[in-house]
């Protein structure tokens, strides 16, 4: 069974970073792609990054890009989310996912296979 755990979230203040990891179990990892998406009160749960497992490609919303990084860890089966100069506007529930079923990196949550179960980040003002 796949799964799929998050860390790294917290509190922040605006212009600061935090680093989110995502832990991957249950499969072999070497193929699929590796989400990242939020979701804050009120709102859709949005995409924000991803990275396919086979050669490291990335792809990256348009509202983070320059500011957030993903990157992978083959060895730890671990997915990893830089985010820099935080904003406000970025507080959120964040989620990994995985997308077994293709190369393509797809920005819709239904692409996605397995979740995780969430980690807060709260950047203030």
């Known amino acids: 069974q796949v799964q799929l755990v998050e860390s790294g979230g917290g509190l922040v203040q605006a212009g600061g970073s935090l680093r989110l990891s995502c832990a991957a179990s249950g499969r072999t990892f070497s193929r699929g792609v590796m989400g990242w998406f939020r979701q804050a009160p009120g709102k859709e749960r949005e995409f924000v990054g991803a990275?396919?497992?086979?050669?490291?490609?990335?792809r990256y919303a348009d509202s983070v890009k320059g500011r957030f990084t993903v990157s992978r860890d083959n060895a730890k089966n671990t997915v990893y989310l830089q985010m820099n100069s935080l904003k406000p506007e970025d507080t959120a529930v964040y989620y990994c996912?995985?997308?077994?079923?293709?190369?393509?990196?797809?920005?819709?949550?239904?692409?996605?296979?397995?979740w995780g179960q969430g980690t807060q980040v709260t950047v203030s003002s």
């Open positions: 996912a995985v997308d077994f079923s293709t190369f393509y990196i797809a920005v819709i949550t239904t692409a996605y296979d397995y």
């Open positions: 990275i396919r497992w086979s050669d490291g490609s990335t």
